[in-house]
């Protein structure tokens, strides 16, 4: 038997993100507003190469599934890795990841036959208002479990579809956690996706991912406007590291 402590650790037991070797690049993709530099993954290659829509890198993973049956467990994932830089110094504010896919549970068990997708995520503070950042810790580390469905109380499924999303307020989380006051103007994201399957004897366990996405949100132009006599526009050249 699985306790669900154990299985959510499982879940999100994430590979060290600073030094994990990403060895599959797909190089920089610029949004709207937001640049992302040297897109990469490891070499398990689940998520192939993005398309850009807005300031959102859009993933459509071939072959991130997993699956157990008879007592079976099945943990996959697959760590992606950008440096994200609004194009006009910009502050970083929010951080936006969506995933989907589909699952299946079957066969008698309870609880115990379950499929969770979690992810971890590392992200580094590179530059404050524009300029290097080198105080220490530079690092901000977040988890979170966006899918979790088992048996017993889900009962059996035969490729429903799931989703799930997380928000990352990251000028927030630096200033409470690391002390920084400034704008974020560039960062380091590394982040550790999971999926994972567990089965009993009579039971069987299906999770795939379908789609990734990962999006940054900047203020809007009309909140950087400088205060005083009518507004005045906010404008730079796109920079690249």
Same mark, same amino acid.
């Given at each position: 038997?699985?306790?669900?402590?154990?299985?959510?650790?499982?879940?999100?037991?994430?590979?060290?993100?600073?030094?994990?070797?990403?060895?599959?690049?797909?190089?920089?993709?610029?949004?709207?507003?937001?640049?992302?530099?040297?897109?990469?993954?490891?070499?398990?290659?689940?998520?192939?190469?993005?398309?850009?829509?807005?300031?959102?890198?859009?993933?459509?993973?071939?072959?991130?599934?997993?699956?157990?049956?008879?007592?079976?467990?099945?943990?996959?994932?697959?760590?992606?890795?950008?440096?994200?830089?609004?194009?006009?110094?910009?502050?970083?504010?929010?951080?936006?990841?969506?995933?989907?896919?589909?699952?299946?549970?079957?066969?008698?068990?309870?609880?115990?036959?379950?499929?969770?997708?979690?992810?971890?995520?590392?992200?580094?503070?590179?530059?404050?208002?524009?300029?290097?950042?080198?105080?220490?810790?530079?690092?901000?580390?977040?988890?979170?479990?966006?899918?979790?469905?088992?048996?017993?109380?889900?009962?059996? $499924?035969? &490729?429903? /579809?799931? *989703?799930?999303?997380? !928000?990352?307020?990251?000028?927030?989380?630096?200033?409470? @956690?690391? %002390? #920084?006051?400034?704008?974020?103007?560039?960062?380091?994201?590394?982040?550790? $996706?999971? &999926?994972? /399957?567990? *089965?009993?004897?009579? !039971?069987?366990?299906?999770?795939?991912?379908?789609?990734? @996405?990962? %999006? #940054?949100?900047?203020?809007?132009?009309?909140?950087?406007?400088?205060?005083?006599?009518?507004?005045? /526009?906010?404008?730079?050249?796109?920079?690249?590291?």
């Amino acid at each position: 038997m699985f306790s669900k402590s154990l299985m959510t650790a499982a879940a999100l037991t994430a590979v060290d993100a600073l030094t994990a070797q990403a060895t599959i690049v797909y190089g920089d993709y610029e949004g709207d507003t937001i640049d992302s530099l040297d897109v990469s993954e490891d070499d398990k290659a689940r998520f192939g190469a993005p398309i850009v829509s807005g300031d959102t890198l859009v993933f459509t993973p071939l072959n991130f599934e997993a699956l157990a049956a008879s007592g079976d467990i099945d943990l996959v994932d697959g760590t992606l890795s950008t440096i994200l830089m609004p194009a006009d110094d910009s502050p970083l504010i929010t951080l936006e990841l969506f995933e989907s896919g589909f699952f299946t549970l079957s066969g008698e068990g309870d609880e115990d036959t379950r499929v969770i997708a979690g992810l971890a995520v590392t992200i580094n503070i590179l530059e404050v208002d524009g300029e290097v950042y080198t105080d220490n810790p530079s690092i901000l580390n977040f988890s979170e479990i966006l899918a979790d469905f088992n048996l017993e109380d889900d009962g059996e $499924n035969l &490729l429903p /579809a799931w *989703s799930g999303s997380v !928000s990352i307020d990251i000028a927030e989380a630096a200033e409470q @956690e690391l %002390g #920084i006051t400034g704008d974020i103007t560039k960062a380091a994201v590394v982040i550790d $996706n999971q &999926l994972i /399957a567990l *089965s009993e004897d009579d !039971s069987v366990a299906f999770i795939d991912k379908k789609a990734f @996405e990962i %999006g #940054i949100v900047v203020p809007e132009p009309a909140s950087l406007a400088l205060v005083g006599a009518g507004a005045i /526009a906010i404008m730079g050249r796109r920079r690249y590291a």
